[in-house]
């Protein structure tokens, strides 16, 4: 069987560009690799509703199932305030707008390297 991605990275900005096609915003990629052994990458985003939240982690899901791959775990899909995706090398947080500023990942992981999240075209991923 190949693999999906290249790379953790590779995976990592899949899944960006995912959460972009959904209209999330403010989505950074913290590489983790040399600060914790948790994971390689954070990809977080933020929705403007529970909704939004909620259909950002689906059309990852989505997309990630397209490629074989399943998370090994999900959390807050029901409530939509914060979502959590654990794709073991990539673990995904997408949050409702407010929830996110209060709890600060970004802050809490400054020592972490940003990775810069290219942007897609409108028509791109489109017919």
Request: hydrophobic share 45%; aromatic share 10%; with cysteine.
């Amino acid at each position: 069987m190949t693999e999906a991605f290249k790379d953790a990275k590779e995976k990592s900005l899949f899944c960006a560009r995912a959460a972009l096609e959904k209209k999330a915003f403010n989505i950074i990629i913290l590489e983790l690799k040399k600060v914790s052994a948790v994971t390689d990458y954070f990809v977080i985003c933020s929705g403007r509703s529970d909704r939004q939240v909620q259909a950002i982690a689906q059309f990852i899901d989505e997309r990630m199932r397209e490629k074989g791959i399943r998370p090994l775990g999900e959390e807050g899909m029901q409530q939509g305030r914060w979502i959590l995706m654990d794709y073991a090398d990539v673990v995904i947080h997408i949050f409702y707008d407010q929830v996110r500023l209060h709890y600060d990942l970004e802050g809490l992981w400054r020592e972490a390297a940003q990775i810069d999240v290219p942007r897609i075209e409108a028509s791109e991923g489109k017919g």
